[in-house]
């Protein structure tokens, strides 16, 4: 089967710094990712050029088989992309929020108001769903953020720490949300992230950058082999020379 997200060679430098160098993995459909790495390891620079916020100084990226440099509107549409520093507009209700984001993926209009009611439905939404953005609580908002992410119905997904800041139960509840989603819809996902339980309990492989350059690709199990430890975190210290 394709793979639904490609890194091929992937490198960015901002003047003498490199900042990602010769980046390569993939994930399929139906396939959750973790991306794991230290503060300034490349990670971010990673995710914003598979988005296309970013060129690439060498190698490209690919969305659904549509490369992001020549094809960005083919590979746009394909990806849901929600990242840590993202706000919601604070006068717009959630539902107004979904509305005016799925007319922007020009979603047509029977199809996004089914699309709204369902994620109403699947986020827990209609307790909350006519208050001001700015009014909710930062479980609420990020609930909201994850479905404005999925209001145009993406084949890829990618969620930078979409649990940080949240308590135990909205993280278990965004979680859940993301195994269901891949699982069971068959969505590509990339999950970034500082918690290594979260990804031992959801990931299906894992891949380390450190200091801009792949440590590791493949399953858990051979990141545990590959430095001989019981623990995933006692591999990534390894792997990254904690």
Avoid: W
Wanted: proline residues 4%; hydrophobic residues 40%; contains cysteine.
């Amino acid at each position: 089967m394709p793979a639904s997200i490609e890194a091929r060679n992937l490198g960015k430098r901002f003047g003498e710094v490199h900042a990602v160098q010769e980046v390569s993995f993939e994930v399929h459909p139906g396939e959750i990712v973790g991306l794991l790495g230290p503060n300034g390891a490349g990670k971010t620079t990673t995710l914003r050029m598979l988005a296309g916020l970013l060129a690439p100084t060498a190698g490209e990226a690919f969305i659904n088989q549509h490369s992001v440099q020549k094809e960005p509107l083919l590979a746009r549409r394909a990806l849901g992309f929600l990242t840590g520093d993202m706000d919601l507009y604070r006068r717009l209700t959630p539902v107004e929020l979904l509305a005016y984001f799925g007319q922007l993926y020009e979603v047509p209009q029977p199809e996004l108001q089914r699309r709204i009611d369902e994620l109403v439905e699947a986020f827990g939404i209609g307790e909350f769903k006519d208050k001001h953005c700015e009014k909710l609580s930062t479980g609420q908002k990020q609930r909201v953020s994850i479905a404005r992410t999925l209001v145009h119905d993406p084949a890829v997904v990618v969620l930078d720490e979409p649990t940080t800041g949240l308590d135990i139960m909205a993280s278990e509840f965004i979680l859940q949300f993301i195994r269901r989603m891949a699982k069971e819809n068959g969505k590509a996902v990339i999950f970034s992230t500082h918690h290594l339980d979260e990804v031992e309990r959801l990931c299906d492989r894992v891949v380390i950058i450190h200091k801009g350059r792949l440590q590791h690709h493949g399953d858990i199990d051979s990141a545990l082999a590959a430095t001989h430890q019981a623990r995933l975190a006692d591999a990534f210290f390894e792997m990254v020379q904690f």
